[in-house]
């Protein structure tokens, strides 16, 4: 059935970025003239044709022909003529040069004996001997052909275009390459080019390499343009030291402008051959992307099949609903260790099914919502059961926020959650029922803001019930406890400014918030999704401590910060912000979670942050919680940055959390030497004295291709074995990039780097 409203295309795939494909020989993905080195001829001119190649139509049969030269012979009898000295012919935007050219009236043709040239908008053909007809079309011998869309050429024994624009050459070669620059040619028995349609098909194709053939394919299509084309993509080829080698010839399928379909088989030496595919579609009102890969009977893994499959859907239905799906599933614990290349593979503990349906307007906000996780980190001895997360079937949520009065000045609402909580994986590993169940949170506010020039006071107050409904309690524990308890705050701070001569702005900005909440008794409150997060900035001015509703810290404190910023005052572009802040108790706070230590202390750790950013190429990030009473940092995050340049990024990162957390990461990716660019990375554990990730290689860029390669090491976090992995890609400037994804790995593991310059 037809969509009731025409649905936007989608955008290619990004592995069509770095991946031309085998179905996008000509003009699929050429590089911007950022991209290149300086040496390399400017394609800012090509891009221009681009556009206005766009509106090219072919020109009807009857538009006239008109013919110009410095001297004419005409036949009276037969209307033949004889052109000579700049002969130029025309119909439409076509047109045909010459020195001489004989008119033949009966055909309506211009024959030519010697050089000629022929153009449109979208190519450029200089030959020989060659004719051009308004009802035959045209012919050339030994034609050199340039794609004016692209910054690409070519040679052809000869070339015949159709009267509807379709272009049959024979003995074909093409490069993106200059001219006197022959590093890598196409090469084709056929090919044919319709510039109508935009489309091509060459039969009989090799791509050479510095003279050495690299890939031979029998039949191939393409587009003339960026549109998506049908097709296989180019080979990926890679390596590692427990996979093996890995091939992959992916398919893509243009299903429609708005729907396409990737089949990516993959085979490992070592595993046997993954199945994998990536279906998209896109209409007005919804966005989907289906993701799997199964790979039966994998030789390294018992025989057992391994497969993930993950479902991304977003749908935005009629009166402000929205309807959003995030599954994902994997066959096994190990499956990201095995198959993830980027850092962040190797790392994954849980995957998420999540489905929810939203509301949202002005002043409401609902929310229904079933939520499971899948554990990755298993089997048992790598995982505690007690830490497995519950799965929320349903989730039911209603928030509600007014105002009323002179600026709205007096604020109200209410925030409510009603939660199943269900755990089978923690009974299905320890066979002891564990405690589950229904719990209903609902809290009203009202206060006041009082907001102008350099200041603001806002004082609060609501009130939280929690009531629970438990299955599988300790004998002689309540099954349906409950806590009701007022809440009151205070916040308040001042905004200090000072312009400078040099347009700067520098703020101070202080800040206090008073808190009190009554003492209630917890402890025989199960724990479903609460826990103590890192103490930052942020959290010193919550109105509890904890994240989740299980618990709801007692408080009769003041929370201080201060923080300052220098701003550009035209712009409003922040350079530097740095922040001071602590907590000060009136009360030690009685209420913990299991196995926390309670507070002692009539104060909480200092926090400080500072960020510096964006001057003279240099960004900053420094954040630190200090324990005062010990005279220690329980933790510190460190994270320095040198980006002139979109390919040019030095990080230095260091991390600690005491007791779980003390690693240093350097990374970089910097020009070394005319066309040659490194690479590294490396992220050590210092308290274990060992790599856990590393990484090394180099690109070497010349005009009209790239090579990279990079060796990569790195730790299972699960079994602790260290596995080895090779990426090795070339890059043919607009035809393809054959081998790893190199660059996609480089994007993820190197802070800041980006592939290409960002377009102007």
């Not at 205070?490 to 900005?509: I, K, M, P, V, Y």
């Not at 890609?729 to 290409?756: C, H, K, N, P, W």
Request: proline share 7%.
């Amino acid at each position: 059935m037809p969509h009731p409203r025409p649905s936007p295309p989608l955008c290619p795939p990004s592995r069509l970025r770095p991946l031309c494909s085998l179905c996008a020989v000509i003009a699929l993905q050429a590089a911007r003239a950022e991209d290149l080195p300086p040496r390399c001829p400017d394609m800012a001119a090509a891009d221009m044709r681009l556009a206005s190649a766009s509106g090219f139509t072919r020109p009807a049969a009857d538009t006239p022909v008109e013919a110009s030269s410095d001297v004419g012979v005409f036949s009276l009898g037969n209307g033949n003529a004889s052109l000579h000295g700049n002969v130029v012919v025309r119909q439409g935007e076509r047109e045909v040069r010459a020195q001489n050219a004989d008119y033949d009236a009966a055909t309506r043709s211009f024959s030519v004996k010697g050089a000629i040239e022929y153009q449109d908008p979208l190519v450029h053909l200089s030959g020989t001997d060659g004719q051009y007809s308004a009802t035959g079309g045209a012919s050339f011998k030994s034609a050199q052909f340039e794609l004016r869309q692209r910054a690409a050429r070519g040679f052809a024994q000869s070339v015949d275009i159709t009267p509807s624009g379709i272009l049959h050459l024979q003995g074909v070669t093409f490069t993106t390459c200059p001219a006197s620059d022959q590093s890598w040619q196409l090469k084709a028995d056929t090919l044919t080019l319709d510039t109508t349609e935009r489309i091509g098909n060459g039969r009989d194709t090799s791509v050479d390499f510095q003279g050495v053939p690299i890939l031979y394919l029998p039949w191939l299509s393409f587009p003339l343009g960026n549109e998506r084309k049908s097709g296989f993509l180019f080979p990926s080829i890679g390596n590692s030291t427990r996979s093996g080698v890995q091939l992959s010839i992916p398919y893509y399928w243009n299903i429609a402008p708005n729907a396409d379909l990737t089949l990516d088989p993959l085979y490992y030496s070592r595993r046997g051959i993954d199945l994998g595919g990536d279906a998209r579609y896109l209409t007005e009102n919804q966005t989907g992307e289906l993701e799997w890969h199964y790979l039966p009977g994998d030789h390294l893994a018992g025989g057992n099949d391994r497969s993930l499959v993950s479902l991304k859907q977003v749908t935005q239905l009629p009166d402000d609903f929205r309807l959003r799906i995030n599954a994902e599933n994997v066959s096994d614990s190990h499956y990201f260790e095995d198959f993830a290349q980027g850092p962040e593979g190797t790392s994954t503990a849980f995957v998420e099914r999540l489905a929810e349906l939203t509301y949202r307007d002005e002043h409401w906000n609902f929310a229904a919502q079933v939520q499971q996780y899948q554990t990755i980190d298993l089997p048992l001895e790598f995982t505690d059961p007690s830490d497995l997360p519950y799965a929320r079937l349903p989730r039911l949520t209603a928030s509600g926020s007014f105002g009323f009065g002179p600026s709205q000045v007096l604020h109200y609402g209410f925030d409510s959650e009603l939660v199943d909580f269900t755990r089978a994986d923690h009974e299905a590993l320890t066979g002891v029922p564990n405690v589950t169940g229904w719990r209903l949170d609902v809290s009203p506010n009202i206060g006041l803001a009082f907001d102008g020039p350099g200041y603001f006071a806002r004082p609060a107050v609501a009130w939280r019930f929690t009531q629970y409904a438990l299955e599988n309690v300790a004998p002689g524990s309540e099954r349906s406890p409950s806590r009701t308890l007022p809440i009151a705050s205070f916040d308040t701070g001042l905004l200090f400014e000072r312009n400078s001569s040099a347009g700067r702005t520098l703020t101070l900005e202080p800040r206090l918030l008073y808190l009190y909440v009554p003492y209630r008794n917890q402890d025989e409150l199960p724990v479903f999704d609460t826990a103590l997060p890192d103490l930052n900035l942020v959290e010193l001015f919550r109105t509890n401590r904890y994240v989740g509703a299980d618990r709801v810290s007692d408080a009769n404190q003041l929370s201080a910060g201060v923080t300052s910023r220098l701003v550009d005052s035209s712009t409003g572009q922040q350079f530097l912000a740095a922040t001071l802040g602590q907590t000060y108790y009136f009360d030690s706070p009685r209420v913990t979670l299991p196995e926390e230590t309670p507070i002692s202390t009539p104060h909480s750790d200092l926090v400080a942050e500072l960020a510096l950013t964006a001057y003279k190429h240099w960004n900053v990030d420094v954040g630190l919680q200090w324990d005062p009473n010990a005279g220690r940092s329980d933790r510190t995050f460190v994270q320095l940055q040198f980006k002139p340049a979109a390919q040019s990024v030095i990080n230095l990162a260091y991390r600690f959390q005491r007791n779980s957390l003390d690693q240093a990461e350097v990374s970089g990716a910097w020009p070394v030497a005319r066309d040659w660019n490194a690479y590294t990375r490396l992220v050590y554990d210092l308290s274990e004295h060992k790599s856990l990730d590393s990484f090394a290689g180099f690109e070497y860029g010349a005009c009209c291709w790239k090579v990279r390669f990079l060796a990569r090491r790195f730790l299972r976090t699960a079994t602790g074995q260290q596995d080895t992995g090779i990426f090795l890609q070339l890059e043919l400037t607009g035809l393809a990039s054959v081998g790893s994804q190199a660059d996609t790995f480089l994007g993820t593991a190197i802070r800041g780097y980006s592939r290409s310059v960002p377009t102007r």
